[in-house]
């Protein structure tokens, strides 16, 4: 049974009642973020309670320490963890002399929180009885400013409702946090410097290792008779990490008092004096003020939906699910700056270490280059043309490959390897296959070429190099293979020839093979500097051609599919209509080892493969593959219901493309895989978008041009989405009766729906 406690809603995400068995999945679901920084909802005041406190900033990590029982070569050294940030939020309370927790109030009624996808804000409301016998209403709204994106503000109101109250709030800023997941229990943080001023304070603290520096900063005002009070504190608490300030309120019974806090971060890697940036923004903040800083919130974001949304009409769930998945997209990253980049958490939870995985170039490119301008997926690109160095260290140090090959990492912040299991670390290198997907699939999308000779075919070179020797020729087949890898499907470790990563390292090589020659004869000059600089010759290049054109790929001819790895038939297939239900989810239940030896699927590589290359393959080899495929996937990762989907909607098998697009939509939201209380799954989200533009809508682009090939669900009236196309926006309404396509812009675009080529007027 799947929660259930989130109300369907068009444009909000609500709860209503307390429970405090639904604290940390709410966290998590409430979560608050602007591409800079972003939180949990945890709340401000003091709680008691089972909670999972965090605060992240975007491209703020530590080398946490790899823990194992025996150490192997090639283990990364260390595993980056999203470091808990200083917490800024807190707001203790005392009221009537008693201090105010939620855990420990005697009642707790109208308790309601909301997070408002459509204006980008975090509000909690609820009655509380202190064990005092003091009645109050609470009234609090968050938001982190898309604007000023250093910047987070909180109104908090308090109203006694039986009797007088004393109210002393107690905001204060906090660097001395931990990680939950914290290997060796270290310290993350080194406090700098505690500074104070009037109503403004500022604890500065940096990482230790890697050295990055943060200033927190609070301002407070004091509200009370609908008006501001120029209070400054009773008095201060500091210590070496934290500083709390004191506020004294006498408030009649029915009046509503409260304090509105500005407070976040400004970090070493924007400013030389963090302290003055701080100072500056909060003066930028205040000359705002609240009602402004709101207003701003409102209108940044209706931008981003006028672009980004998708309607469905008719199904409330399937609407509630595709904006919560777009939204946390946008929270996580705007694309504003090449050096970050897109962790499965986003800033939900610390799980995955908040590092960059294959997940952004296999799923989220898409989303950004089609909601987005398309400098915002070449700066995704960029990220790891800058890493490029270090993939080639990567190849170097740990599996002692030569002449520039390119391993990227399975899981980084700065380039370097930092996942710390040896099966994923050095087995799941079919990543590389996705890097070199995006750049090919960016050119596909945007038709702009030029990415290719200024950055992406050093990235290529790197890459065919790699394929090229981690290939081995097999004399009994006579055949090139690629032995002791782990796919997409992590549910195999070190197994023979998984297709998927065969596959994609035959089109790797290929690909990297034909820019060459397109980018000789089109970019000389840069062609003679590239060449120059990595060494490569026409004898290398015709090694290369040998490996990509006798690849061997598994395949049962009887049943005339691909096998995932040369030794899937051999298991004992037991489809997963006949499991047990109590046995699933089965990475929860069953031992690693029965798991390995199990037919069951996590996501299916066979088909990732049919969905990056759909053309390279028939509508029936597709047909036989996903139905074998598929009854053997237990879509235990969150990156796998999608591409089902998907590939559901394409053979017209509605009620299972519905299906899946319900699963991966509201996999959070409804908690499929019984662990949101860690954080959202954001990168499988672009998967969610994916699933009804490719999958429902049938976009794709063949020879320059858009494609659509719509098809709707039975329970849908009707859905629409835009497309920013090579600058054009391209605008598809489909319901049961017809397909209609509008076009913002100046110049006329032919499209093709079902094959049929439509010429779009402008406006029109």
Known sequence: MNQDYIKPDNWSIIEEGFDREQVKSSESLFSIGNGAMGQRANFEENYTGETFQGSYIAGIYYPDKTKVGWWKNGYPKYFAKVLNA???????????????????????????????????????????????GTEVAVDVRRFLSLDLDEVGVINYEITPLNKDAKIIYKPYI?????????????????????????????????????????????????????????????????????????????????????????????VSLNHEDT???????????????????????????????????????????????????IFQLNQTYLGKDSRLNIGPKGFTGEKYGGSTYWDTEAYCIPFYMATKDQQVARNLLTYRYNQLDKAIENAKDNLGFTNGAALYPMVTMNGEECHNEWEITHEEIHRNGAIAFAIYNYYRFTGDYSYIPEKGLEVLIGIARFWHQRASFSKNKNQYMILGVTGPNEYENNINNNFYTNYIAKWCIDYAAEQIQKVSLEYPSDHKRIIEKVKLSDAELQEWNKVAGNMYFPRSEEMGIYLQQDGFLDKDLVRVKDLDRSQRPINQKWSWDRVLRSPYIKQADVLQCFYFFEDHFSKEELERNFDFYESFTVHESSLSPCVH???????DKMDMAYAFYLRTSRLDLDDYNKEVEEGCHITSMAGTWMSIVEGFGGMRVKNDALHFSPKIPKEWGGYSFKINFRNQIVKISVNHQETKLSLEGTQELTVFVNGTAVLVQPNN
């Open 174 to 266: 906090d660097a001395g946090v931990t990680n939950e997941d914290a290997n060796w229990d270290e310290k993350f943080w080194e406090p700098l410097d505690v500074k104070k001023s009037g109503n403004e304070a500022f604890v500065t603290a940096q990482t230790f290792k890697t050295h990055f520096k943060v200033t927190t900063f609070m301002q407070n005002t004091i509200f009370a008779k609908g008006e501001k009070q120029n209070l400054s504190p009773i008095s201060v608490d500091t210590k070496s990490d934290k500083i709390l300030f004191y506020y004294d309120v006498i408030v009649a019974k029915g009046e509503k008092s409260g304090i509105q806090k500005i407070g976040g971060y400004t």
């Open 86 to 132: 200083p917490n800024w939020i807190g707001i203790d309370i005392e009221i009537n002399g008693e201090n105010f927790d939620l855990n420990t109030c005697t009642e707790v009624s109208n308790y309601r929180r909301e997070l408002n996808m459509k204006e980008g804000w975090y509000h909690r409301s609820f009655h509380a009885t202190l064990k005092n």
């Open 645 to 651: 989907s998907i590939q559901a909607a394409l053979l």
């Open 275 to 325: 302290i003055l940036a701080a100072e500056n923004v909060i003066k930028t903040a205040l000359a705002k003020g609240y009602n402004q800083l709101l207003q701003d919130q409102i209108d940044a974001w209706a931008k981003i939906w006028e672009m980004s949304d998708i309607t469905i009409d008719g199904d409330v769930k399937a609407q509630q699910g595709i904006r919560f998945n």
